[in-house]
């Protein structure tokens, strides 16, 4: 990855609808050679996909949920069913294996208490080997990005 390829994925974190014209213009290159840019950082899978970001709290999933799991199962027949689970919930927005006091760190996003409460016994119920969970509720959000300080 060169400096024209750091230039054209800041631009498309930013906007990843601007059209190809208007790209190549922003970093100086010729369209076509913009496009074989973008396509081969599309083929090599730096970029994974183009979205639209919603703003949770118009979209009434404004309550983040952080919930910290320990499990005394660690096989990979565990951790291969428990990683189905977690990308079956769709309140499940991120999921992490973690090194430290806790295995597991997950970010949900839910309308409010009582939708998380619902999400908590469906996960708890589904998932056995939980060992100790605890759940943090944000505040406030302060940051939120999805760009990579590239």
């Known amino acids: 990855m060169d400096r024209l390829d750091r230039e054209i ?13 208007d790209l190549a213009e922003q970093v100086n290159l010729s369209t076509t050679p913009c496009w074989k840019r973008v396509k081969r950082l599309e083929e090599e899978g730096i970029i ?12 009434q999933l404004g309550v983040s949920v952080f919930v910290h799991i320990k499990t005394q199962q660690h096989d990979n027949d565990w951790l291969d069913n428990f990683s189905q689970q977690m990308s ?3 309140e499940v927005m991120e999921c992490y294996r973690m090194a430290g006091e806790w295995d597991y760190l997950l970010r949900v996003a839910v309308s409010d208490i009582d939708a998380f409460d619902r999400f908590y016994k469906k996960m708890v119920k589904q998932i056995d080997g939980l060992s100790d969970v605890t759940s943090s509720f944000a505040m ?3 940051k939120y990005s999805t760009s990579l300080p590239i």
């Open 9 to 21: 994925l800041r631009i498309l974190q930013r906007d990843a609808s601007i059209s190809v014209t």
């Open 140 to 142: 406030e959000e302060i």
């Open 48 to 59: 994974k996909s183009r979205v639209a970001l919603l703003d949770a709290k118009k979209a």
């Open 88 to 90: 079956r919930f769709d």
